[in-house]
């Protein structure tokens, strides 16, 4: 592989400018280091081009090949029928069709009944200091009493769960339960607000929600159950079961049921049904374009296969890891690489409640150190953040153990990368970063670690099995370095089945933008090495601090308040987040527009989505740059709030002294 070839065009006009430095960076290459390659799955760029090629050629062979690594109690009669919809009618694809296996006994039973019985498989540390390990044999004794549990309180192969609860066991206890009787989860982050968790209840139509009585986090009590007594007024939620976590207090009432009183008390016994390959095994939302989020439906055979086949893969996953993926099992990184990829392959997970820097910035490190982590797979905010807080932390303790880095989530800077590596990795650990999304299910481009010379800031190539290309609006593809749509020509096990009560939406989203591709809404480009360089989104979505949020959300919610007559939300580049959320809202006449204001409808925000959601900052302006027919111009607005004047073409604006006026406008934060 070569280095420095200078390819990188010019950014496009309104991204962030790199610095000298960052080009320079981006040109560099890392090889593998040669003793991971000589044990290493996939041992060479020669070996993944020829997987690759052997999975292009027989994508049906090669998909079956990974999913008989799994547990099936009935074989399937045919790996894929169909193919990518083209009518609003037509379904998605199936995957290993007329197979029939249990999720939970992929990721439990087989463990708990051959060598790995007495291996960790949940490592837990709490905020405040306590732990716990779960072996194998425990944890599958854990969750067939919760799934006992389950059919105890009425909840049926096909009922919907929600999950509202703090990274504690019991989280992944209560999904891998709800797996194992056929209840699709959906689980809802615990920074989301009851608004925002009562929306979600109500879609999927859960009959039962999961919560606890709080969580930790930075110090404080997170009050989940209280958000959830909030949230289920009104709703299908019959029952809910309750962790005691903090000890806090919490209003009881007769829809309520302890977890110790149900599940610590239930038959360590379960005998698993087995359940179609396509039957769903959650619902997960996630933030589109629109003002209403997405339930993204996953099914269990496809699913599985690939967040098996993904975890060992690009983690060259051994029998003596120790893996931590930071994120919260509220998003689809937790469910893939917290409890489905990583129990499949018989793993041993790490799992953090808290905060990175409670009690101090060196929270992480004294854990990497304490517990022997191997493989970290976090996100470039939480780098970022690191990076910040200052290189005295992680040096404080012994991060020999690590092996490997991943990160996901956004584009991560050549910058953070490179400080990934040295300060983090001590120069030894191959990092990968891994480019997918809650419709994929799993990691789509990323580096092998033995294999693939990585480039700071480059998700590197497609995973065998995944027809990703960068390809024109005509559905042609880029040359090298031509910027274009990133999509997938050709289905995988993985990829979500629908919108959950909007099939129409699915197809639409998905498959109608660029003929015969799955779409993903994220704008690339290629090099002349072959070497995705993904750039962002291409839609109104924003990607704060790695959550996904589309402006129309974050409007609507402003727009819900009394005094907003209306509002324009766009995303700026903020070094820490990625992006930061900036809101140009116009009062309704006669509100006096001041800090006063911008405080009460940041606070609005909070209480509608999550603090997630809240505006770094709002601008008032007494109207917003239109578009003769009367549409936002958001591109003028991104601009603005990204600090430049408006250099694009404002021929198309309505009233050309709107822009003037905005760029004056001020910020009640600043
Ligand atoms: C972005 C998270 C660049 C992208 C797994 C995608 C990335 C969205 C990367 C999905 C990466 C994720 N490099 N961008 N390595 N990983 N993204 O659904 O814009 O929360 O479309 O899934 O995050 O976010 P989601």
Avoid at 134 to 152: F, I, K, P, S, W
Avoid at 261 to 280: G, Q, R
Wanted: glycine share 10%; proline share 6%.
């Amino acid at each position: 592989m070569s280095a420095g070839h200078g390819d990188r065009p010019a950014p496009p006009s309104g991204e962030r400018s790199h610095a000298i430095e960052s080009v320079l960076v981006e040109n560099r290459t890392f090889d593998p280091p040669a003793e991971l390659s000589a044990h290493a799955q996939v041992a060479s760029l020669a070996d993944y081009e020829a997987l690759y090629a052997r999975a292009a050629r027989d994508p049906e062979g090669f998909w079956a090949e990974q999913a008989s690594e799994l547990h099936w109690a009935t074989p399937w009669t045919a790996v894929m029928q169909g193919g990518f919809p083209t009518r609003a009618t037509d379904p998605a694809p199936r995957w290993f069709v007329g197979g029939t296996l249990n999720a939970s006994v992929s990721c439990l039973d087989r463990h708990a009944a051959g060598p790995r019985a007495n291996k960790a498989a949940l490592m837990f540390e709490g905020e405040p200091g306590d732990t716990r390990v779960l072996t194998y044999a425990q944890l599958h004794r854990e969750v067939c009493r919760a799934a006992n549990a389950l059919t105890g309180l009425g909840i049926r192969a096909g009922d919907f769960v929600a999950i509202y609860m703090p990274m504690v066991p019991e989280a992944a206890i209560a999904m891998l339960a709800c797996a194992r009787i056929g209840a699709p989860h959906t689980v809802v982050f615990g920074g989301f607000s009851s608004e925002a968790l009562s929306d979600r209840i109500k879609d999927c139509k859960a009959k039962l929600v999961i919560t606890a009585d709080g969580g930790w986090r930075r110090g404080q009590i997170v009050p989940l159950k209280a958000n959830v007594d909030q949230a289920v007024a009104g709703s299908t939620v019959e029952k809910v079961l309750v962790l005691k976590r903090c000890a806090n207090e919490v209003a009881w009432s007769e829809r309520d049921v302890w977890w110790h009183d149900v599940v610590a008390t239930a038959s360590p016994k379960h005998t698993p049904a087995a359940f179609d390959s396509e039957h769903p095994l959650f619902t997960l939302y996630t933030s589109g374009s629109t003002g209403k989020p997405k339930g993204i439906v996953h099914t269990t055979g496809g699913y599985l296969t690939n967040a098996h086949y993904t975890t060992k893969l690009v983690f060259d996953l051994k029998d003596r890891d120790v893996f931590w993926c930071t994120a919260d099992i509220g998003w689809v990184t937790g469910h893939s690489y917290v409890v489905y990829g990583p129990l499949a392959a018989g793993a041993t997970v790490l799992l953090y409640e808290g905060a990175p820097n409670q009690p101090g910035p060196d929270r992480f490190w004294d854990i990497v150190a304490r517990w022997g982590v191997t493989i970290l797979y976090t996100a470039p905010t939480a780098i970022r953040a690191f990076m910040r807080w200052g290189d005295e932390h992680p040096a404080k303790h012994d991060l020999s153990s690590l092996r490997l880095l991943g990160s996901v989530g956004e584009p991560i800077n050549p910058e953070a990368w490179m400080w990934y590596r040295t300060t983090i990795g001590g120069d030894r650990c191959p990092i990968v970063d891994t480019w997918w999304q809650t419709e994929t299910g799993s990691i789509m481009i990323s580096p092998l670690p033995g294999a693939t010379p990585t480039k700071p800031g480059s998700a590197t190539r497609p995973l065998p099995g995944v027809a990703a290309e960068i390809v024109h609006k005509d559905g042609t593809v880029c040359g090298p370095n031509q910027g274009g749509f990133l999509v997938v020509r050709a289905p995988w096990p993985g990829m979500l089945r629908t919108i959950a009560g909007d099939h129409e939406r699915f197809v639409a989203t998905y498959f109608s933008e660029v003929a015969g591709c799955y779409f993903a809404g994220d704008g690339a480009r290629k090099d002349s090495d072959g070497y995705v360089w993904v750039m962002g989104r291409v839609d109104d979505v924003i990607n704060v601090a790695g959550h996904r949020l589309s402006t129309m959300e974050v409007e609507s919610a402003l727009v819900s308040h009394p005094k907003v007559a209306e509002a324009a939300v766009v995303g700026r580049p903020d070094e820490l987040k990625g992006q930061a959320i900036v809101a140009f809202v116009t009062p309704k006449l006669g509100v006096t527009a001041d800090d006063a204001l911008a405080t009460e409808l940041r606070a609005h925000v909070a209480t509608q989505i999550g603090a997630l959601a809240r505006p770094e900052e709002i601008r008032f302006a007494e109207a917003l740059p239109k578009t003769r027919s009367g549409k936002i111009m958001r591109r003028l607005l991104r601009e603005v709030a990204s600090g430049s004047t408006a250099r694009g073409d404002t021929t198309t604006l309505e009233d050309q002294g709107v822009l003037e006026s905005l760029a004056q406008s001020f910020s009640a934060d600043d």
